[in-house]
């Protein structure tokens, strides 16, 4: 089922009250988490979770969730452990879910199978769930522990978990840089800094994730794809016969300039280019008729095209100087063509650089995107991060130098005193091939007091 050896761990003699930390809890959670991780390329927008079945101290179930709209991992545990269930312990990376969504409520299975004990990891972030689970399976005479491995839990379902606590996802900045911190030569030129290991490495944080998100300078500059590359084979949970998922391309463009040629608008797979919201950039008059799109704001992919009649008054005539009646009419020709050419257009309201990125990855929240990989240059990353809307930064950095007139990491205006530095924390440093790769994320961090002796 899963590929992994079985656990044995020899019964001891029985504890009618565990304490939490004892270690052969801490093994089956820890299988359990890894079967979790299992569903790290397919699960979106669900949870990845994983379930051990424990009697006796050997292993008699287990099982993780698959895909969305398929069985949870604790009915597969179940089903593996069949009447072997009843007495058992079952350990579970996440709360059971004590609700009917696309399948029945775990807690029920668990209570029906006369499961004796179970573990979680962490409770279910889900407000639809939110502790209620564990509430069901202690009124129904289970007894439940929770929190043992929670952090390494929390790390499998970062957006998932960011998305159900704060309305947004997950948020990864991956840029690739010479030693010296050049992402792109001065000309704009930056295809390939990084060797093909690096670029390869790149395809599993894309592959991971349910958003790519690129800024039009990107897009302009590089014509980039922005797709997964790699074969069901590659990635741990796929079937042979099984697709790769293409995670949603956005592209942060505010008047359009995307070219309808662009390549990943020929790619499998969906494209959202955000727009600046015509009205409240100030762009169109008091009609509501000369909207960019039809509907209210913020619904998945408007069309433009549904709300132009072929007779309405071209603004043109009004504006002849290239006013705003005549740039709302541009860009309403621009966001046709690029709906002709498979994209969906998304106006979103202004912010203090450009698009308001938050209101960008609240309404990808809404449509269940867990992880966004942002792929842009200074300007979006910079702005992404000044906006606190990163959680991780994943940098590639190549064994070379670029020269000071190549452009930087991040464009961070503002930063002038040492106190105003933005600290990291490092959580893993590694060499892929020729090159290193730096994850940090936001956390504690002591810089030294500005000033003082080196
Ligand atoms: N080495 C690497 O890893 C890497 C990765 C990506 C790109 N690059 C390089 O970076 C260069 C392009 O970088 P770039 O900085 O010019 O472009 P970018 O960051 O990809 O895109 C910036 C553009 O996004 C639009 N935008 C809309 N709302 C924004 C907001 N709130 N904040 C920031 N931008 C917003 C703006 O254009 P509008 O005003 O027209 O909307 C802005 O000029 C290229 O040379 C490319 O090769 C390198």
Request: include cysteine; charged fraction near 20%; charge should be neutral.
């Amino acid at each position: 089922m899963t590929g992994l050896s079985p656990i044995i761990v020899p019964a001891g003699t029985p504890d009618p009250d565990p304490p939490r930390d004892r270690i052969a809890d801490r093994v089956h959670m820890a299988r359990a988490i890894r079967l979790a991780a299992q569903g790290l390329y397919t699960t979106e927008p669900n949870p990845r979770v994983g379930c051990v079945i424990v009697k006796d101290g050997v292993v008699v179930g287990e099982g993780w969730h698959r895909r969305a709209g398929g069985p949870h991992a604790e009915p597969i545990a179940l089903a593996a452990a069949g009447d072997a269930a009843r007495g058992a312990t079952a350990y579970v990376s996440l709360e059971p879910c004590c609700h009917h969504g696309r399948t029945p409520p775990c807690t029920d299975a668990l209570l029906a199978a006369g499961v004796a004990r179970v573990v979680v990891a962490m409770t279910d972030p889900n407000p639809l769930v939110a502790g209620s689970g564990l509430d069901r399976l202690r009124a129904g005479g289970v007894a439940v522990d929770q929190g043992l491995l929670e952090a390494e839990a929390r790390r499998l379902n970062p957006g998932f978990i960011k998305r159900m606590e704060r309305g947004l996802p997950y948020v990864r900045v991956k840029l690739a840089a010479s030693l010296d911190g050049r992402t792109a030569m001065a000309s704009g030129e930056s295809q390939w800094i990084t060797a093909a290991a690096a670029r390869r490495d790149v395809q599993y944080l894309r592959a991971r994730s349910s958003a790519i998100l690129t800024g039009v300078g990107t897009l302009l500059a590089d014509d980039p794809s922005l797709n997964v590359r790699l074969s069901p084979t590659d990635l741990p949970g796929l079937g042979l016969d099984e697709a790769v998922r293409q995670p949603l391309r956005v592209v942060v463009d505010s008047r359009l300039r995307t070219p309808p040629t662009s390549r990943l608008l020929g790619l499998p797979g969906q494209t959202l280019i955000a727009c600046l919201d015509p009205e409240a950039d100030g762009l169109s008059s008091d009609n509501p008729e000369t909207h960019l799109t039809a509907g209210p704001h913020l619904t998945p992919f408007p069309t433009a095209s549904r709300d132009r009649e072929p007779d309405q008054p071209i603004s043109r005539e009004l504006d002849r100087n290239g006013g705003p009646h005549a740039r709302l009419e541009a860009m309403r020709e621009r966001a046709l063509r690029l709906e002709a050419a498979g994209a969906g257009i998304l106006p979103v309201p202004p912010g203090p650089r450009g698009l308001d990125l938050e209101t960008l990855l609240r309404y990808l929240a809404r449509m269940e995107i867990n992880e966004v990989l942002i792929e842009a240059g200074a300007t979006l990353a910079g702005s992404a991060l000044q906006a606190g809307l990163v959680d991780e930064l994943v940098l590639y950095l190549a064994p070379h130098l670029m020269g000071d007139g190549g452009l930087g990491l991040f464009h961070l205006p503002g930063l002038e005193r040492m106190g105003d530095r933005l600290a990291l924390h490092v959580q893993d440093l590694r060499k892929i091939g020729p090159d290193l790769r730096i994850t940090a994320v936001w956390g504690p961090c002591v810089l030294p007091p500005s000033g003082s002796p080196g």
